[in-house]
């Protein structure tokens, strides 16, 4: 990943002017419609449900300690330019620099979603891809291969789940449940509601068990 450096005359000046014409978009955006480079990917999760079994690229970022795409993207800004700097006219700088931008996204996704997954497995958990995506006929980009929101399944059942995020609880230490009963009733909850209220707990299952951390499978995807 590059080293952050300083932006040029004409890429600051081409940024005030974009932020001051229209506001920041949310999300994937395309081509040269990308002009400031800081119109984000993912941006902020607005889950505010803890018993929800929805979840996005960014909040799981911020569950796991995982650097964000804007720090991401801040720091690959000279990248982006480097990148684009020998192209002839500013529609073809725009062009590569979306284009680098892109591809940055692509692998920060991909580092956050692999440290994510690998732990969730360990709790009987899977990530999925929510609503309507339509990879092979609609996306244009790499970000857009990549969907934003993503839903949170058990790989056999909630109670197995459940048993297993419980077994993870007791190692921290906090509290301790006898049994997968006596963790339901804590709440009262269903093994779904335990689940998706304890998440946070997951990527304490290194501390625990040992393996690696989710920062240590994050930097080592992106190599």
Known sequence: MAIKGTKSRRQIERDIAEVLAKPRQRGPVSGAARGSKRSAHATKSKTGDKTTDKTDIAALASMFGLPDWDSVDEMNQQNYWETAKGEEDEKAQQAAEAAAQDDVYAQWYDAVEHAASKLFEEHGLELQ??????????????????????????????????????????????????????????????????????LGYIKQHPDVYGGQSARDLYDRHWR
């Open 129 to 198: 891809p929510a609503g309507k995506w339509h990879p092979s006929t609609h996306a244009k980009t790499k970000a857009e291969r990549r969907p934003f929101q993503l839903k949170i399944v058990p790989s056999k059942s909630w109670d197995d789940a459940a048993e297993k995020l419980r077994e993870t609880i007791n190692g921290v230490g906090y509290f301790h449940f006898n049994s997968l009963r006596e963790f339901l009733d804590s709440g009262p909850y269903t093994a779904r509601q335990a689940v998706l209220s304890h």
